[in-house]
């Protein structure tokens, strides 16, 4: 019987020689690792001026197998997207070499990971492509008692948007419980299948959820394991474009009184989650009715034959596909504020009846 899969964890850097050592240190805590099996970490430290690199060679961890690359790219290239990529492509090969194939996880440099991080991704993988890990603020920070309370009702937005989910469109591969996380934070996939969809883009921002969107539109299963954690930090001045740094600032604003917590209406949720649904449906009915339910939705000719429906391996990559086409077409969604996006939702899922 095979053993299991080489496992590279793969980290973009830049400016990180205070938080990155953090992060390396949790790794070499990871269950299964030590100096005899080291867990193989690629770091790729682009356009540091802080000594990143320095502070990564004086690190004495023997439980990890650390591979430093140093880059140094031009203005149009020195951003998240283009390291996260060469980090991956990089951890891709080592894994190859290890095996043919293997397990890459990225992470962010300023995160921390529990020690059941690698396992629990691991075992997530052995049902799904790709697996997203849950962002819990590292409670190191020390924030006040507002932000947090800010934290909470935010978490209870997203998890009553993903109760509609459960509701109206189910997804076997993705039960409850799960968090709605996938970004560069904690992600996890097969050495194959990160070469299979290209890679991941190289995008000054959002280049997490692209790589995920890329795996899914091929038809693979995303998996929100609630088994897979990671510590992400709270500061305000980041290294990526958006992301979470800039939410960190937002909230920060809204516990000092400086703007409202807005977030899209309830309604926006439920038209998308039974849109979704019936395109689920149209898929499983086939023949000339997907066609007709793809044409009563505003898709004419050309985008029809753009979904490439011959390469849609599964329901899951249709309803990506289709989805993405028709919200490109939709209006954007009205924003509300937070504590009355709650309400909505609230009695959603109290009256589903009176939604449906």
Do not use: K
Request: proline share 8%; aromatic share 4%.
């Amino acid at each position: 019987m095979p053993g299991p899969l080489p496992a590279v964890v793969c980290v973009p850097a830049r400016d990180e020689a205070e938080r990155l050592p953090r992060l390396l240190r949790s790794l070499a805590l990871q269950d299964g690792f030590d100096a005899g099996a080291p867990l193989p970490v690629v770091v790729l430290a682009n356009n540091c001026r802080d000594g990143t690199a320095d502070a990564v060679r004086a690190l004495a961890l023997p439980a990890l197998d650390i591979r430093l690359v140093e880059a140094e790219y031009g203005p149009s290239e020195a951003h998240v997207g283009t390291a996260r990529r060469a980090a991956l492509d990089a951890g891709a090969g080592l894994a190859e070499a290890f095996g043919g194939d293997g397990i890459l996880l990225t992470t962010d440099a300023d995160a921390r990971v529990p020690p059941g991080w690698v396992a629990a991704n691991r075992a997530a993988l052995e049902h799904a492509e790709i697996v997203g890990g849950r962002l819990m603020i590292d409670p190191d920070a020390g924030r006040p008692a507002a932000q947090d309370r800010l934290d909470a009702a935010i978490e209870r937005y997203w998890s009553c948007v993903r109760g509609l989910e459960e509701l109206y469109d189910p997804q076997a591969h993705d039960p409850a419980p799960r968090h709605g996380s996938h970004t560069g934070a904690s992600l996890s996939l097969r050495a194959s299948t990160y070469r299979a969809v290209g890679g991941l883009p190289p995008l000054p921002g959002g280049e997490d959820n692209a790589l995920v969107a890329r795996v899914v539109e091929a038809g693979g299963r995303l998996r929100h394991c609630p088994a897979v954690q990671v510590l992400a930090s709270d500061r305000a001045l980041g290294r990526a474009e958006g992301g979470m740094a800039r939410e960190m600032a937002r909230r920060s604003a809204v516990v000092a009184g400086a703007e409202t917590y807005a977030l899209p209406e309830p309604a926006h949720w439920l038209a998308l989650v039974r849109r979704r649904a019936g395109l689920r449906r149209l898929w499983r009915e086939g023949g000339e009715g997907l066609t007709r339910g793809l044409a009563a939705l505003g898709l004419g000719p050309e985008e029809i034959a753009a979904l490439r429906l011959e390469t849609c391996p599964n329901d899951i990559a249709f309803v990506e596909r289709a989805n993405r086409l028709v919200e490109a077409r939709s209006a954007p969604p009205a924003f509300v504020p937070l504590e009355e996006a709650l309400a909505g939702l609230d009695a959603m899922l109290a009256a589903p009846e009176r939604a449906a």
